[in-house]
């Protein structure tokens, strides 16, 4: 019944195809075998008190029950959903019967030794593709974020107006694999940086901080030894430039452009950030938006993959998904949005009921567990729209007050002093 199922499925993967095949064949060869092992288990009915041989197809039966017991094993162990143990116990029992159904009927069994090989050999030639089909796009496929995204961005200045600079943006995006690809996030964010004068000398306790810790956005972490940016930038745009869940077809480039108004001679430096990231389009997503859920400072986003055929519910689960999410803000005790966003992924176990992860699980996957493995597709560009202010010329709200950078111009302010003095000495 589940292999008939999974084979009648329109429009379907090998790695259902595959296991509804050998179920269904593995069906019609137990049917035979039964036929056949009901005269054996009717004692009173044999013909001169002597027990029947054992033929065709019960030696091949309990060769099957053993090659399936394996199947589901390893399938299993490929697997990571909450009804692993009991998988592995039923692929056991399937093992455990055709080994017993050998032991009992071993010196009946009439079965040439080539002919035997010979099925050894292919069933475990199938078995080992199916099975790698069926690990490839149950389990890899799912957790392993595709690397062939390429994104670029350009930034233009066309004119001041108003009191305001026009900012052009162009954000590009291409496919630059073989094979087309669904994306499930994207982002940009448009920062705008104060940079002041503050001459100092490069010292290795000023460097090091820079090579410390997990690195987020190279673009935005260096040191200069003649201004220093003010930092984190103020986040003047953010966004999604990519419409969720859309396709992408092998080299086929697409691009967005977006006009920018920026507060002139505020900010001496803009910078632009994009990134994007895409799962093979053999991971079946459900025809569905994705559930979206604020937590705390971030973005979730539930993706529900689409269910197929009931052998894979038996073994990996019922339902799957994969979150998503925007990290806002890294530090949550800060008032103050980072630029630094970014997105990051998490595939949960498969369940057999398929209810959505809860706030718990949510929480849990992101703290505990492992990133899914990828190289983040990302692209920067930065635009000098004034010059470089002098540390005394700047004026500090609030929140920059609180974050410290009111210290950060007073050290500037004597060694840009100190400078002015020698150099009109010089001259």
């Avoid at 009439?110 to 099925?119: D, N, W």
């Avoid at 745009?237 to 080299?251: C, Q, S």
């Avoid at 809860?358 to 597709?377: C, G, K, R, W, Y």
Wanted: aromatic share 10%; charged share 20%; proline share 7%.
């Amino acid at each position: 019944m589940v292999g008939a199922h999974d084979v009648t499925l329109p429009g379907d993967r090998l790695a259902v195809l595959f296991p509804g095949v050998l179920l269904v064949c593995c069906g019609g060869v137990f049917i035979g075998a039964v036929w056949k092992l009901i005269p054996i288990g009717r004692p009173k009915k044999w013909p001169e008190r002597k027990q029947p041989p054992c033929e065709e197809p019960v030696p091949l039966a309990f060769f099957l029950s053993i090659l399936l017991g394996v199947y589901v094993f390893f399938g299993a162990q490929a697997a990571t959903g909450t009804q692993q143990t009991i998988v592995v116990i039923v692929s056991l029992v399937f093992i455990a019967v055709g080994a017993l159904g050998f032991v009992l009927f071993w010196d009946e069994i009439e079965v040439s030794i080539v002919r035997v090989g010979a099925t050894v050999a292919l069933t475990l030639a199938g078995l080992l593709v199916g099975g790698w089909e069926f690990w490839y796009q149950n389990q890899y496929a799912p957790s392993h974020l595709d690397r062939a995204v390429e994104v670029q961005v350009g930034l233009k200045k066309l004119r001041t107006q108003g009191g305001y600079d026009v900012v052009s943006a162009t954000l590009g995006y291409q496919d630059v694999g073989d094979r087309s690809l669904i994306v499930l996030g994207s982002d940009y964010t448009l920062t705008g940086a104060v940079v002041v004068v503050c001459p100092r000398e490069a010292t290795p306790g000023r460097e090091a901080k820079f090579f410390a810790g997990q690195l987020p956005d190279p673009q935005t972490s260096r040191f200069t030894s003649a201004v220093r940016e003010l930092r984190p930038a103020t986040v003047l745009v953010a966004g999604r430039f990519i419409a969720d869940g859309k396709h992408l077809g092998p080299n086929v480039p697409a691009s967005r452009q977006m006009i920018f108004y920026v507060p002139h001679d505020r900010y001496q430096l803009l910078r632009l950030r994009a990134q994007a990231f895409a799962v093979s389009d053999s991971v079946a997503l459900a025809n569905k938006p994705p559930e979206i859920r604020n937590l705390g400072n971030d973005a979730f986003y539930l993706w529900k993959l689409k269910g197929s055929g009931w052998f894979q519910d038996l073994v990996s689960g019922r339902l799957g998904w994969i979150v998503t999410r925007y990290e806002l803000v890294p530090l949550p005790h800060k008032t103050r949005s980072s630029p630094d966003l970014r997105v990051t992924a998490r595939y949960p176990s498969r369940t057999w009921s398929g209810n959505e992860p809860s706030d718990a699980q949510i929480t849990h996957l992101f703290n505990d567990q492992t990133p899914v493995e990828t190289t983040e597709s990302f692209a920067d560009a930065e635009l000098p729209v004034a010059p470089v202010a002098m540390p005394s010329a700047v004026k500090l709200d609030e929140a920059a007050v609180e974050l410290g950078q009111k210290k950060v111009l007073k050290a500037c302010i004597p060694k840009h002093a100190s400078v002015k003095r020698e150099a009109v000495a010089g001259h």
